[in-house]
């Protein structure tokens, strides 16, 4: 099953550790009304993420026989969802299709792809006859699952030594991101790796009836990387360029971007940082910004009319962690007097690229979910790690540019009871442009794959009731 990662930064959210609490009242507090403000108008569209791992070769999962995908969908739409994100390319690297580009997965853990037909194009197939939305989601920068060591790094050597990402172990030396127990991430800003990742896109968009492809794990692993070789002259020759630093070439690399490191809560993060830390963050943040206008121009060069989107976590406040800036070209960091951001520098604001997306799906995977169910955060405008304040931020620092869909974790999450879970939904789907994103399937038709151990149909109805 794949498991996201919530709490980049888990350090902020300690610090913050009263807010993140609940206010302990006895009856919660009703959902607030939908904002009308400017011209907010709520989408209500109600989309499904399906993970390929959880849901096809789980041990619970129900996608591995197509009698039991058609019952599924039809309980979905009977339920009040309108569309399915439907994963096509996985953490190994490998797809849920037959592809010139990737090896296909057809088995996993003892089970298999359903017999006899292409479980995408069936997926397909089946969400339109039910009027569904379809979009195709693959992980971008993963090639392999580094717990298994099964995926495209390990079966080709020379690939793996090329662009596996290299990270910063909190002793400072570099060391493959393997090496260190996570996912085989690859180095975004390497030519081959995103050349690999487009010519999928095209592929995906080329081949299946889809509204919409959606980038998943778009993104460095953590702030420790990419420390390679190549990344390097990369960021030397960034530096000659954008600020004509002839001294860039004598860099102490890593040091001079961050001299000490440490652990905090088992992520490795900057103790003292050095001269050009900050504006490594901004190198990293236009590697992936370049890369999404390619990304978006791969979608329309194929086929014009469908929707280039993300998956991103809601906590923009230290998203920048992992080199991503989601937020609009228009909205500048580094002047805000609002919300202080001590990570930006200077052109920060270049790097955003909500303006590239047709839609934009947000994990706010919290459960404090009105800013005034907490004393510390009643006062507060914006807080990153409640699902109101990230709505609000969210707007806040995209300039509503992009329809937003909120996203709720129905199965990684502590919810007290299945009220919370539908009270989380009637908030997110009365104050999102876009709509809302159930994560994940599984959670909600297999009780064993979500905390509250039950199945969740009936909380999921009742909140996208109006």
């Known amino acids: ?27 919660p507090t009703p959902v607030s009304p939908v904002d009308t403000s400017g011209t907010f108008v709520p989408g209500r569209n109600v989309i499904v993420w399906v993970d390929a791992r959880s849901n096809v070769f789980g041990t619970y999962g129900r996608l591995n026989d197509t009698a039991q995908i058609k019952t ?16 096509v390319k996985g953490s190994t690297g490998y797809t849920m299709y037959p592809s010139a580009y990737a090896k296909q997965v057809t088995s996993m853990d003892g089970k298999s792809l359903p017999a006899n037909v292409d479980y995408v194009g069936f997926m397909i197939s089946e969400a339109r006859k039910r009027s569904f939305k379809v979009y195709a989601s693959i992980i971008t920068f993963v090639e392999g699952d580094g717990g298994r060591s ?113 652990n905090t809560s088992g992520q490795v993060l900057p103790a003292t940082t050095g001269k050009y830390y900050k ?7 236009t590697v992936i ?12 060069s194929v086929k014009s009319s469908v929707n280039f989107g993300v998956y991103v ?26 919300i202080r951001f001590d990570w930006a520098y200077p052109e920060y604001y270049k790097t955003g690229y909500a303006e590239q997306l047709d839609i934009m799906m947000t ?22 790690w409640s699902v109101e304040g990230s709505i609000r931020g969210t707007r806040y620092v995209t300039k509503n540019k992009v329809p937003l ?10 919810w007290a009871s299945k009220a919370e879970i539908t009270r989380s939904i009637k908030y997110i789907t009365a104050n999102t442009t876009g709509g809302i994103m159930l994560f994940d399937l599984v959670h909600i038709y297999a009780p064993q794959y979500n905390r509250l151990k039950q199945p969740l149909w009936d909380a999921v109805k009742a909140g996208l009731q109006k």
Not at 409 to 414: F, K, L, S, T
């Open 405 to 414: 869909y909120g996203g709720i974790d129905m199965g990684n999450v502590d």
């Open 150 to 262: 099964i995926g495209t790094v390990f079966d080709d050597p020379v690939f793996k030594s090329r662009n596996e990402s290299i990270v910063c172990d909190v002793n400072g030396n570099r060391v493959p991101v393997t090496s260190t127990g996570r996912n085989a991430f690859v180095n975004p800003a390497r030519p081959e790796v995103q050349t690999r990742a487009l010519n999928i896109i095209k592929e995906i968009v080329q081949k299946y009836d889809i509204d919409g492809l959606i980038l998943d794990y778009a993104r460095y692993t953590d702030i420790d990387a990419d420390f390679s070789d190549f990344s390097k002259e990369q960021f030397i020759a960034f530096l000659k360029e954008k600020y004509n630093d002839n001294d860039a070439a004598k860099m102490n690399f890593p040091g001079d971007i961050v001299t000490s490191w440490k």
């Open 1 to 27: 099953m794949k498991h996201r990662v919530y709490f980049i930064g888990l350090s902020v959210c300690l610090l913050l550790a009263a807010a993140c609490k609940k206010s302990g009242k006895a009856d």
């Open 313 to 338: 976590g809601a906590w923009y406040v230290t998203y920048y962690q992992v080199g991503v800036n989601w937020a609009s070209e228009e909205y500048d960091p580094f002047n805000d007097q609002a």
């Open 363 to 384: 994990g706010n995977y919290f459960t404090q979910i009105l800013l005034s169910e907490n004393a510390a955060t009643a006062n507060l405008t914006y807080h990153w």
């Open 72 to 87: 599924v969908l039809d309980t979905l739409k009977q339920t009040g969802v309108t569309g399915l994100v439907i994963d």
């Open 279 to 285: 504006k490594w963050l901004l190198y990293r943040a």
């Open 289 to 300: 910004h370049d890369f999404f206008k390619q990304a978006r121009a791969a979608v329309k």
